[in-house]
């Protein structure tokens, strides 16, 4: 096990809602990066938050957000759900942020997200 | 052209063959490689990371890096059915701060 915990595990929701998904990062780890896996695809990157600040993001559009805690945890937020939306969520963590070449990247168990 | 580009199989190989996975990837720029396991249901795991050219070794992992010819592949030797399960070629870039994933390789192992 990583170490990395993400909650909750599976949920269902409603086009038009908004969902909130949990992550607590490894212990020692300051950087947490959010990715979306559809079925049979590879994870998709949402965005990285270090220190609390975003550090990048992808190419998902700004009903997207997130944040960090100042114990490196993290929330993703999705407002207007679409049927999409519909995949695993990953949270990954790691440490570092700046983005160097040794970054290693651990990834929790997923929340299965399912939009009807 | 896709930035990380993987056979999305199946591959199929016998119990206690050699499967090897392959990857490519458009970014000159790339300076670290990562294998990732993921059974069906489940979140990625890491295998093994590769920064520089040449093969790097672990247990019943080899993975090899060529930077000119942007490939990275991961043998697995002695292979076992709990060996089973999709491979995610992982490549980050010189700048930003993302993995950028393949779509994976769906490995079977075959009793």
């Known amino acids: 096990e990583t170490g990395v915990t993400q909650s909750p595990t599976h949920l269902i929701k409603t086009r038009g809602q908004q969902v909130t998904l949990r992550c607590s990062s490894q212990?020692?780890?300051?950087?947490v990066s959010w990715y979306q896996q559809a079925l049979g695809q590879g994870p998709q990157f949402i965005f990285q938050?270090?220190?609390?600040?975003?550090?990048g993001r992808g190419n998902f559009p700004p009903r997207f957000s997130g944040l960090q805690f100042p114990n490196y945890s993290s929330e993703l937020n999705v407002n207007a759900l679409e049927l999409d939306d519909s995949a695993l969520y990953l949270c990954?963590?790691?440490?570092?942020?700046?983005?160097?070449?040794?970054?290693?990247?651990?990834f929790g168990p997923g929340t299965r997200l399912l939009v009807l | 052209q896709k930035e990380v580009e993987q056979n999305s199989g199946p591959l199929s190989v016998p119990e206690g063959a050699i499967a090897s996975l392959n990857c490519t990837y458009s970014?000159?720029?790339?300076?670290?490689f990562f294998w990732y396991r993921q059974y069906s249901g489940k979140s990625p795991e890491l295998i093994m990371s590769?920064?520089?050219?040449g093969d790097k070794e672990d247990g019943r992992f080899t993975a090899q890096l060529n930077k000119a010819s942007q490939y990275v592949s991961l043998l697995i030797r002695d292979s076992q059915p709990s060996d089973s399960a999709t491979y995610l070629c992982a490549v980050k870039r010189n700048y930003g701060q993302n993995f950028v994933f393949g779509p994976g390789t769906r490995l079977s192992v075959l009793p």
């Open positions: 212990s020692g780890h300051n950087t």
């Open positions: 938050y270090y220190r609390e600040e975003e550090n």
């Open positions: 970014d000159r720029g790339s300076q670290s």
């Open positions: 590769i920064y520089s050219n």
């Open positions: 990954a963590s790691s440490s570092g942020g700046s983005g160097g070449a040794g970054e290693t990247q651990y």
